[in-house]
């Protein structure tokens, strides 16, 4: 069975910073796309970064020139560097996986259980 699991949230103050990191676990042979999600209170998921396997990023303009995501396949971990936090940014964060293969097939739209983000003012 294939997980993703995100570690790294908490509380933390205007300016400062905080890592996410999400690892997979199980019979994975490679990870395609993987990408972070929030979601604040009240409102929908937003994706917030993106990576490919082979390292292109994508970025909401929200978090632009703040966050940096990054990946190690050998590992198949994706991290989230996150500086400058603002109040905005508190929210439950995910882990996405778009499809993997494993020693079964391919599995699509995986998601991380999230890790809760709150940065006071």
């Known amino acids: 069975q294939v997980q993703l699991v995100e570690s790294g949230g908490g509380l933390v103050q205007a300016g400062g910073s905080l890592r996410l990191s999400c690892a997979a676990s199980?019979?994975?042979?490679?990870?395609?796309?993987m990408d972070w999600y929030r979601q604040a209170p009240g409102k929908q998921r937003e994706a917030v970064a993106s990576?490919?396997?082979?390292?292109?990023?994508g970025y909401a303009d929200s978090v632009k020139g703040r966050f940096t995501i990054s990946r190690d396949n050998a590992k198949d971990t994706v991290l989230l560097q996150m500086n400058s936090l603002k109040p905005e940014d508190t929210a439950v964060y995910y882990c996405?996986?778009?499809?993997?293969?494993?020693?079964?097939?391919?599995?699509?739209?995986?998601w991380g259980q999230g890790t809760q983000v709150t940065v006071s003012s």
């Open positions: 990576i490919t396997r082979g390292g292109i990023t």
């Open positions: 996405n996986a778009d499809s993997v293969v494993t020693a079964v097939g391919i599995l699509r739209d995986l």
């Open positions: 199980g019979s994975i042979f490679s990870i395609n796309r």
